[in-house]
């Protein structure tokens, strides 16, 4: 593949992302305090229901955002030893910058 065909390429995926009406609807919802949440409740929050495609989706359209994919105990309620859940967390470079811009 040339380069510019993989330039063209990439700028597609670009365009692509910003068109993804997943993204548009967790910036929306997801407020800016939030530093983790589980797949469940943002799959939940979107009015999607609890399959592996639309948590596949939602992984894609998270890490696009920036968000990191963890697996917690303390995501689900009352989760303890054998309950562990996945979800995503606001990447730590990510929440320097936000700390800096408050302070």
């Known amino acids: 593949m040339s380069l510019i065909a993989e330039l063209r390429r990439a700028q597609a995926e670009v365009l692509g992302h910003q068109d993804d009406p997943w993204r548009s609807a967790l910036e ?3 407020p800016g305090n939030v530093m ?3 797949t ?3 799959l939940t929050l ?4 609890i399959t592996t495609g ?5 992984a894609r359209t998270m ?3 920036g968000w990191v994919g963890i697996k917690s105990r303390k995501l689900p309620p009352g989760g303890w030893r054998s309950t562990e859940c996945r979800g995503w967390s606001r990447a730590l470079h990510e929440t320097k910058k936000a700390a800096s ?3």
């Open 46 to 49: 979107l009015d999607f229901p």
């Open 54 to 58: 639309n948590a596949r989706r939602l």
């Open 28 to 30: 929306r919802a997801l």
């Open 101 to 103: 811009h408050v302070s």
């Open 40 to 42: 469940v409740a943002l």
């Open 63 to 65: 890490r696009s955002m």
């Open 36 to 38: 983790c949440t589980s």
